[in-house]
């Protein structure tokens, strides 16, 4: 076993295994464990006091240390304390474990693959490199199992005792820790270092913790779980030991869910979460509890009320007896205001029915005479009519005469208004006539040279602009012809450009192809069939189970491959190439097995390249093909039948019926293939193909005389070992790396071309659309100088001709416009005179108009009065009959209602004065039966009031007393919730503290190679969904997606994140890097040396299965390990 610097591996000699007789058997069963987070003080102290029989085995958080002491004996007498004085003084380790917990050596006896195992760790950094098989996982589930874990959390067996090497009968975990530092555990006792022991039978397991001497001290599993508490060690939390199995499904996923649990189990923040639901659980029971106590309390008050009332009942029975006397003179009174409402009601309808009485006898009585005076004042209503309607003739004429005549004075009005008008239009325009000719003699000769001038300025102007517009088309012709070549070359860079994407796709799927291939040769190494997939193995699997027994002789024969090899090494390529397209099929020997063969191979090929199926008859022995076979005439010459190896006949018979190997010859030699192909009389007979392997070349014998060239690839089915179809695929994938990093500069730089082109034709573009907009505002200025309207100059003698008739025309408009003013005015006078006129005839008229409809008023009310008096009589006297009836009978009434009054007020009088009451009959009635029935219950029951006193005593003081505990448990309620309330928004701070922290180191270690990341947290749902994005682009929140190393760098790159959470003496990393390739397991160890260095008070082991070509120095310490003997 092979050591490097400081680092220790020995390996002796099995001794068999240790008596059991020192070894006392566990007392207890382990107690359930509690994680409690140390966050926060107060949250500690508050889950102390509700879990102080419960052991916490949690890391110290690296932002707030324990502050809790550990507990020492006290009951040491001083000759004990000057022996352990001398331990402490003498037995010492070196500086560097100057931290309590770290782990100096340990030894493992008949422990799964190591019969005697004693490795020496260094203080710092620590390499435990080895193959496969070399027993790296047994040290890791040593160290968990030899701290108290138990098997199922290692994931390597189901029990403890299946772990003991077989053909042993015990075996022996001992692991020596540091215990000096800081918090020494009972240093006094135990000194600079002690030992766990842990024996393992296959009957029981027992503990023994032994000091720096190796004395036993104590064998309870309590008092090692204190030292662990003491020393803050959770060897069960996976971020400080990460065992195989979590390595690999850490690294295999990263799943929202499990990410979320992960953070919380790696801060212990789980651990307070599960307290705080246990403190809810238990208030809610004291909740529980106060309802009951209160319950209770309520059912006692309840009795001492029925007790008190019953002494009340005693004290008030007179009281009951003048409240029903009270109660009875009430109603009475009652009684007497009901009467009396009644009376009041009866005299007031009888008042109505009089004064309806005496309406209807003034009516009938005086009819007659009535009719005859409104009849007389009808005729001198018509009387008066007629003397109004001739004066309203009269002056309705008079009004006529008076309308006209304002209005023939309007229309000539309106006809003079209009001469006036045209008077001064007439005058204006010659007006203006006037000053234009003064303006045009005063101007005449600076406006004919002004012409003159602007003429020759624009015809100068539409030269240059033609002359511009010339220039302008030059350059926009010469700017498209520039044009046109950039885009030949835009087009034929931009059809590069899709090329090489399409070729950097097609390389990415090869990649993942190689990598999902990887992957499952990884999952399936000890499998043959592995080469095929995963599905096959599934396949085989499921027909070996269902042609189990004597039927399997008919079970589908495949993949064919797996039956088919090469005796000879250099003709495995070309037997694969020649069989490709068979070696993943299937043969079945009739249609039934086919339809089922079809059915399973569909539902486990779902995602397509389904293997083929091929139906031959099933026969126990091979052709015979000596008759068919070709004879090999030339030396380095052979039957391809001959270099095929197949123990199967069905799968041997099927390539002699379809491929007819048995016909083709193999060669070295290119003359050779020529010389037996190429003339028929060299041809040998049943000859149909001769191949040579080293130059890729198949001949067709002559007559059909032809050659072809065949590619030869690499084996990957016929007789492949998977670590070398492994190591293959890796090659090949650095390949297609290397290809790809070629293909991205040359796609760059094809695309930096295309991006070139674009903005040339841009910038063309844009000088082409600014000549022609040139051009355009000049055509538009020329053809607006060529409309230009330049100004016309009159003759200057008939400039002054009509100078002097506008004089004539302006005098003449003037005259003219006075007469027409005095005629208006003249009119004005006239109409104001006669509308005044036409408003006195109008309000006459108006006047006569008002008295003719007053009158007529007057006449229809008294006509209408007429009409009621015929029409109502007979009417008005029955109800005058009927009136008389109802009055008669509603005096017979009151006469009745007046009589019982007198008797209700005589009986009330008898019971008492009048007592005014605000409540309804029933309800008095009500309460006098309830007097009535207290005074008879009061009679018939026989109560002693001194017993009923002092029965109330007692209730009273069990009601004060439940009270008073009622009063403190809801206090405590009420502490507990307050209390809870501040722990769980503590713990939500802390929660937030300790995610913002993890995602922050986590987002700084992924920088390193330029890798982003994004969360999403949901406290609600459980989940920490993480984003990462690889320098490629490609976004991914599952590690499927990534590639191994990518993946394993991601992981790293997380535990890095969790690891400055959480501080721990230890951290034990398994199989970090089996993911990886050599370029991106160097870089991820350099990080975590890093981390190491950072980190001196830690200690770190980190287990890889790969050769690691780190250095050893004082703070590096690499082991390696030999495979063990078995």
């Not at 249609?591 to 199926?613: V, W, Y």
């Not at 017993?947 to 505990?965: C, F, I, N, Y």
């Not at 770190?1100 to 390696?1120: E, G």
Request: hydrophobic content about 35%.
């Amino acid at each position: 076993m092979e050591r490097s610097r400081r680092g220790r591996i020995r390996r002796m000699p099995s001794t068999g295994s240790e008596s059991d007789s020192s070894m006392a058997e566990p007392t207890r069963k382990r107690s359930k464990q509690q994680f409690v987070a140390e966050a926060e003080p107060e949250i500690v102290a508050y889950l102390e006091e509700e879990e102080t029989e419960k052991y916490a085995n949690a890391s110290t958080s690296r932002t707030a240390r324990s502050r809790n002491k550990p507990t020492r004996r006290t009951t040491l007498n001083m000759s004990q304390r000057s022996v352990d004085f001398i331990l402490t003084s003498e037995l010492s380790i070196p500086n560097a474990f100057d931290r309590c917990g770290k782990v100096i050596s340990m030894r493992l006896t008949n422990f799964m693959c190591h019969s005697n195992l004693f490795i020496e760790f260094g203080p710092n950094i620590n390499f435990l490199v080895g193959n496969n098989g070399s027993g790296k996982s047994a040290v890791i589930t040593a160290l968990a199992l030899g701290l108290t874990s138990s098997a199922r959390a290692t994931n390597r067996a189901s029990s403890i005792q299946k772990l003991i090497k077989n053909g042993e009968v015990s075996a022996t975990i001992s692991i020596t820790l540091s215990n000096s530092g800081l918090r020494p555990f009972k240093a006094d006792v135990f000194g600079p270092h002690l030992t766990v022991v842990r024996q393992i039978r296959h009957s029981s397991s027992t503990y023994d913790l032994q000091d720096a001497r190796g004395k036993s001290v104590s064998k309870k599993v309590s008092e090692i779980r204190r030292m662990l508490l003491c020393f803050g060690i959770n060897v069960e939390n996976p971020i400080f030991v990460l065992n195989q199995e979590a390595a690999r499904e850490f690294l295999k996923e990263l799943e929202p869910a499990s990410n979320y649990k992960l953070l919380m189990k790696a801060t212990q923040l789980d651990v307070c979460t599960s307290s705080l639901t246990e403190c809810h659980a238990q208030r809610r029971h004291f909740t529980q509890d106060l309802e009951q106590l209160a319950k209770k309390r309520d059912a006692v008050i309840k009795q001492a009320d029925a007790e008190e009332e019953k002494v009340l009942m005693l004290k008030d029975k007179e009281m009951v007896k003048v409240n029903l006397e009270q109660c009875k003179t009430k109603l009475a009174w009652m009684a007497v205001t009901h009467y009396q409402n009644e009376l009041n009601k009866l005299e007031h309808s009888i008042k109505l029915i009089e004064n309806k009485k005496a309406s209807l006898e003034q009516t009938t009585s005086k009819k007659e005479s009535t009719q005859a005076t409104m009849n007389q004042k009808l005729k001198e209503f018509e009387a008066s009519k007629n003397q109004i309607l001739a004066t309203q003739k009269f002056q309705d004429e008079k009004l006529k005469t008076a309308k006209k005549a304002v209005q023939d004075l309007l229309l000539e009005a309106s006809q003079v208004k209009a001469q006036i008008g045209n008077a001064e239009r007439r005058m204006r325009e010659d007006q203006h006539s006037y000053d234009e000719c003064e303006k045009l003699m005063g101007n005449y000769h600076a406006d004919f040279n002004r012409a003159k001038e602007q003429r020759e300025e624009h015809a100068y102007k539409m030269e240059t602009l033609k002359k511009q517009v010339a220039k302008n088309e030059e350059s926009i012709v010469q700017l498209r012809a520039e044009q046109q070549l950039i885009n030949r070359d835009l087009t034929s860079a931009q059809e590069r450009v899709d090329a090489l994407k399409n070729e950097r796709i097609q390389l990415h799927k090869s990649k993942q192809n190689i990598s999902r291939e990887i992957e499952t040769l990884s999952r399936n190494k000890s499998n043959k069939l592995s080469v095929y997939g995963e599905q096959t193995i599934q396949v085989v699997h499921a027909l070996r189970t269902q042609y189990a027994g004597s039927n399997m002789h008919r079970m589908p024969r495949g993949p064919l491959g797996q039956y088919i090899s090469a005796p000879n090494p250099k003709y495995r390529d070309l037997i694969e190439n020649q069989l490709m397209h068979c070696l993943r099929s299937f043969i079945v020997g009739s249609d039934r097995e086919r339809q089922s063969l079809r059915a399973l191979l569909q539902n486990k090929f779902q995602g397509g390249n389904m293997p083929t199926i091929i139906t031959s008859p099933f026969t126990d022995r091979v052709y015979d093909v000596s008759r068919n076979k070709v004879r090999p005439t030339t030396p380095n010459t052979t039957v391809l039948i001959d270099e095929i190896s197949c123990d199967d006949p069905v799968v041997m018979n099927y390539l002699i019926d379809i491929l007819r190997i048995e016909t083709v010859l193999v060669t070295e030699s290119k003359e050779i293939a020529e010389f037996l192909t190429s003339d028929t009389e060299n041809v040998p007979p049943n000859l149909t193909r001769v191949l040579v392997p080293n130059l890729g070349l198949e001949y067709i014998p002559s007559p059909n005389y032809a050659v072809y060239s065949t590619r030869i690839t690499d084996a990957r089915y016929i007789h492949i070992n998977v670590d070398d179809r492994i190591r293959q695929l890796q090659m090949e994938q650095s390949d297609l790396q290397e290809k790809y990093a070629s293909l991205e500069i040359d796609y760059m730089q094809h695309t930096k071309v295309v991006e070139n082109n674009q903005q040339l034709i841009t910038k063309n573009s844009t000088m082409i659309g600014q000549h022609q907009s040139r051009n355009q505002k000049a055509m538009q200025q020329i053809m607006e100088l060529q409309n230009f309207d330049y100004q016309e100059l009159p003759e200057f003698d008939r400039l002054k001709s009509h100078l002097a008739d506008s004089g004539e025309k302006i005098e003449k408009c003037r005259l003219e416009r006075e007469m027409l003013q005095e005629k208006l005015i003249s009119i004005t006078d006239r109409q104001a005179e006669l509308q005044s006129t036409e408003a006195e005839e109008r309000r006459a008229l108006e006047g006569i108009n008002k008295k003719l409809t007053t009158l007529d008023t007057e006449a229809c009310e008294v006509e209408s009065k007429i009409r009621s008096l015929d029409l109502h009589y007979e009417e008005n006297t029955r109800n005058f009959q009927k009136t008389l009836q109802l009055e008669r009978k509603m005096l017979g009434e009151k006469e009745a209602v007046l009589n019982e009054l007198e008797k209700a007020r005589r009986e009330a009088e008898k019971l008492g004065e009048f007592i005014a009451t605000t409540q309804t009959e029933e309800e008095i009635r009500e309460a006098i039966s309830r007097y009535k029935s207290k005074i008879k219950q009061v009679e018939q029951l026989n109560y002693n009031p001194e017993e009923l006193e002092r029965g109330l005593a007692e209730l009273r003081d069990e009601v004060e007393l439940q009270s008073r505990h009622l009063d403190v448990v809801d206090s405590v309620i009420k502490k507990l919730r307050m209390a809870y309330h501040q722990r769980a928004q503590l713990f939500q701070r802390s929660r937030h503290h300790y995610f913002t922290m993890v995602q922050f180191q986590f987002e700084q270690a992924l920088a390193m190679r330029k890798f982003k990341v994004s969360f999403e947290t949901s406290d609600k749902e459980k989940t920490w969904k993480i984003n990462v994005f690889p320098p490629s682009g490609n976004e991914t929140s599952n590690t499927r997606s990534l590639s191994g190393g990518e993946r394993s760098f991601t992981t790293v790159s997380l535990l890095k994140g969790l690891w400055s959470t959480s501080d721990h003496p230890f951290y034990f990393l398994d199989e970090y890097d089996v993911f990886t390739d050599e370029v991106n397991r160097k870089f991820i160890t350099e990080i975590l040396i890093g981390e190491g260095l950072e980190w001196l008070s830690r200690q770190y082991c980190f287990l890889t299965p790969q050769d690691t070509k780190v250095d050893a120095s004082n703070l590096i310490t690499v082991h390696k390990l030999e495979a063990p003997e078995r």
